[in-house]
């Protein structure tokens, strides 16, 4: 995507806020650089614009102020780069826990400082306790903090803290080749890795003006769905595990291993990882990958409507999924929420569709949208884009182009800038990118879906008993690693 | 539901045969294991995951151990809750160092005696992630490692053939 990028004045970047704020326009992204912050803005539903504030003092105004979904990516800026939002209503930390050596590691460094212990934000009433959770959880899952305030069985709120898997990608990408940062992209969050080196690769492509050759997008495409049919199994039976129905878990258990073998044999991994790259892929399929991938459809079309329907029927599993957990569609447009987490929702935007990459535009597929925002929606969701997925794997299948797999990437000789928007099983992911003149990462920023569905978890919870956060949590399944980065 | 469950039962398991554990890993883990600790545990150990800084692709394998291709509990071995229910710790990641405290807490408060297994790339070398501001290395600088499981992620069976050498060294001297 070419980038229209344009530095603007204090007062452009007062009236995007306020378009923003009236729901105008959907924000997409924000976040520091060198000596300015940046801001992605989705107007209208295809047309992108990244708008660059110069913080000549170190400061910016802030757009959390009018706009919510902006406080936490604020405070990110303000713990990384030292850049104070003016104005903003929160200006605690976000990502330093204060374990760091330095303050601003992306800015203006600094020794670190002792910091006041963390204050949550306070509930207060008669009866009213506190139940703290994490980082470490009682599961095979990544650490984050939960502190919830209760009253009795009731969650009157949850706040979260997260941070804990903060790994400085940012600042490793900076000064990174090519191949060191795509790898980098392609671990950023392990279950969405074809989705980042997807994103992350299309940025490259826009930077340098290169296509990759026809074959190596449908392939992009088929790993691509293949990752999104083995996360969906995933959460699917996970969701229900969590209201204790485990045979639902144990047949989609299979299903994601099915899948995952799969893509093994087609790609070598069974997460797909380091194959999409600049330029093209690095393997093409192997050469009995298209059995493998025909007979794994035709095993989920066998199976899948079967447990569909187990689903549906089973009352005490909707019991439990039916008005659990609810996040109002006023709330999914105004953050931007992606993926099934804002077409339960009512917020019918998807990567594929509204932006039309190659080769999603020549393909035909719905997006499902449902109004209910409960956690049983977020469950059809998943369970309608498995089935426009297998639909889409067909099409590819029929249609593989042959020839070359990639397209040689060379230094462009001038500095150059990339954006590209790829969408993951859990909603989009935004991939930023400067490269300089010999082709190296100068500066990139990866910004998970998470970052407009955490908050929205916080809504959803309130009001439900503490014994559904775990199904109201598993329905949303945010990315730690992907949002601390 | 009842056809589903009746299938289950008439089709056959889809349960793999066990993989021999790796000799490499046997010789690590009987340098590090005392023959106090192995006589004590015998044939089954609960595991507690802790996630130091992956980026939950560890953690995808690590739970697939539990479907029915590897069935994980047929070996006696359990994921719990606790880390005072623990016998082993499987940590993944390069430990963050936001994590560092976390997992020092984890690990002390895991009875004795125990072992650290570290999984994955980057909990041996913090592969990608090393020479971060944020990250505090691989998860021996941090506490004690008895097997490392490389990989990235490393596979289920790969994972399955490290667990099941455990248990062997556990068995051979007890």
């Known amino acids: ?32 650089d060198d000596d300015c912050v940046h801001m992605a803005v989705l107007d209208q539903r295809s047309d992108i614009v990244v708008l660059t504030y110069m913080c000549k003092v170190g400061t910016y105004p802030s757009v959390g102020a009018k706009h919510p979904p902006a406080i936490r990516l604020e405070r990110a800026i303000g713990s990384l780069f030292g850049f104070e939002a003016v104005g903003a209503p929160d200006a605690r930390p976000w990502l330093d826990l204060g374990f760091w050596d330095v303050r601003h590691p992306l800015g203006r460094q600094a020794p670190a400082q002792k910091v006041a212990p963390y204050a949550f934000l306070p509930a207060e009433g008669e009866g009213l306790h506190q139940i703290p959770v994490g980082p470490v959880h009682a599961g095979i899952i990544e650490p984050g903090h939960f502190r919830f305030t209760a009253n009795g069985e009731h969650v009157v709120r949850l706040e979260q803290r997260l941070g804990y898997v903060h790994k400085g990608i940012d600042r490793l990408m900076q000064g990174a080749s090519l191949e060191q940062a795509a790898k980098l992209a392609g671990r950023t969050s392990g279950d969405s890795t074809v989705a980042y080196s997807y994103a992350f690769a299309q940025a490259t492509e826009a930077a340098l003006q290169v296509t990759p050759p026809p074959r190596a997008i449908y392939l992009r495409a088929l790993m691509a769905e293949l990752e999104r049919l083995a996360n969906h199994f995933g959460d699917i039976g996970a969701i229900c595990n969590d209201a204790s129905f485990t045979l639902m878990h ?25 194959v999409v790259v600049p330029g093209g892929v690095a393997r093409d399929i192997a050469p009995d990958g298209l059995a493998s991938v025909r007979a794994l459809l035709s095993e989920i079309r066998k199976v899948f409507p079967r447990l569909i329907e187990l689903y549906d029927n089973t009352a005490s599993l909707q019991d439990r999924t039916v008005a659990t957990g609810i996040v109002k569609p006023e709330y999914a447009r105004q953050f931007g929420a992606g993926g099934y987490v804002g077409r339960a929702s009512g917020r019918g935007f998807d990567a594929r569709r509204d932006l039309g990459y190659a080769p999603y535009k020549e393909l035909s597929f719905d997006v ?118 | 539901m009842r056809r589903t469950l009746l299938e289950s039962l008439t089709q056959g398991p889809l349960t793999e045969e066990p993989p021999t554990p ?24 609960s595991i ?80 990608v992630f090393a020479d971060s501001y944020a990250v505090a290395g691989a998860v021996k600088d941090v506490v004690p490692v008895d097997l490392h499981i490389r990989g990235c992620p490393p596979s289920p069976t790969e994972l399955l053939k490290g667990l099941v050498a455990l248990l062997e060294s556990a068995n051979r001297s007890a």
């Open chain 2, 48 to 127: 507690r995951e802790v996630d130091a800084g992956s980026c939950n692709g560890c953690e995808l394998e690590i739970h697939a151990l539990s479907n029915a291709f590897y069935d994980l509990e047929r070996f006696g071995l359990r994921f719990v809750a606790s880390p005072r229910h623990a016998d082993v710790l499987l940590v993944t990641g390069p430990v963050t160092k936001n994590m560092r405290e976390a997992l020092l807490r984890t690990y002390n408060a895991t009875p004795n005696p125990k072992w650290v297994v570290a999984v994955g790339t980057c909990a041996a070398d913090a592969s």
């Open chain 1, 250 to 274: 144990a047949q989609t258990g299979i299903l994601r291993e099915r899948c995952l073998r799969a893509a093994d044999a087609c790609f070598g991994h069974r997460l797909m990882m380091d």
């Open chain 2, 22 to 45: 790796d000799e490499a890993m046997l010789a690590e883990l009987a340098q590090s294991l005392d023959r106090a600790a192995r006589a004590k545990l015998g044939r089954s150990l």
């Open chain 1, 368 to 485: 499902p949208v449902l109004e209910t925002g409960d956690v049983n929606a977020r469950v059809w969701i998943r369970i309608r884009e498995v089935e426009q997925s297998l639909a889409l794997i067909e099409q590819i299948l029929d249609r593989l182009p042959s020839g070359e797999i990639n397209a040689p990437i060379r230094a462009p000789g001038s500095a150059g800038e990339g954006l590209a928007l790829a969408e993951a099983f859990r909603g989009d992911v935004l991939v930023w990118l400067r490269l300089d003149r010999k082709g190296s990462v100068a500066r990139c920023h990866l910004r998970d879906a998470s970052w407009f569905q955490w908050p929205l978890l916080e809504a959803a919870i309130e009001g439900n008993i503490v014994a559904d956060f775990p199904l109201c949590n598993k329905s949303f399944n945010c990315s730690y690693s992907g949002h601390d980065l």
């Open chain 1, 1 to 32: 995507m070419t980038l229209p990028r344009t530095t603007v004045t204090e007062e452009q970047w007062l009236q995007a806020i306020d378009r923003l704020a009236e729901g105008g326009a959907t924000l997409l992204g924000l976040w520091g």
